[in-house]
């Protein structure tokens, strides 16, 4: 928000050259003046129990669970999994040391034009579904609702669903290749 208020457009620069390097100041103005990054009690702990459902998921099943499978176990939402996974992952360094000295890391980021292209094939695969399964995907993972919820909102079994949801996403990934 600082970069984007301070923007002046009128000394022809994008924008992009000048909010990089404040926003990349302000995060280490976090850091400096902060400390670590803070994660709530709730993340944490969220994540302590994320690592045990994990771990014996994977001693049952023989591989690692998706995010979808890890917060149908922990009935909790597909965002609040991955917010507490990643918090529980030790932090990156945004500067790198080179011969010359320190450097800012380049973070990156996919290109607007990429997210639309991908957007718009997944709208177009989604399309090519009936409405029954493209219903089942939008409960899914539209609107976070776990496999029982999307069976009762179906007329279906939580079996059923989970059947029927990994087709669906076999057939949407192998549209989307």
């Keep these: 928000m600082k970069a984007a208020r301070a923007f002046d457009e009128s000394r022809g620069l994008k924008f992009s050259t000048y909010a990089v390097p404040v926003i990349l100041g302000e995060i280490k103005r976090l850091f400096r003046d902060g400390g670590a990054v803070k994660v ?7 994540y302590l129990k994320l690592t045990r459902i994990k771990d014996s998921f994977m001693a049952e099943h023989g591989r690692e669970p998706t995010v979808g499978e890890l917060a149908e176990l922990c009935g909790e939402s597909c965002e609040q999994v991955v917010e507490a ?34 957007e718009l094939a997944l709208s177009k695969a989604l399309a090519g579904l009936d409405e029954r399964d ?42 989307l290749e």
Excluded: C, H, N, W
């Excluded at 709530?40 to 969220?46: A, D, I, N, Q």
């Excluded at 080179?98 to 639309?116: K, L």
């Excluded at 995907?137 to 976070?144: G, N, Q």
């Excluded at 007329?155 to 989970?162: F, P, R, Y």
């Design 40 to 46: 709530s009690r709730g993340v944490k702990e969220l």
């Design 134 to 175: 493209r219903l089942l995907i939008t409960l899914r993972y539209f609107r976070d609702k776990t496999q029982t919820e999307t069976a009762a909102a179906l007329g279906m079994t939580q079996v059923q669903v989970s059947r029927r949801e990994k087709k669906l996403l076999a057939a949407l990934r192998e549209k």
């Design 85 to 118: 996974i990643s918090a529980g992952r030790p932090p990156v360094s945004l500067t790198v040391q080179t011969e010359d000295g320190i450097d800012e890391a380049d973070v990156p980021v996919p290109s607007s034009e990429e997210r639309i292209l991908e």
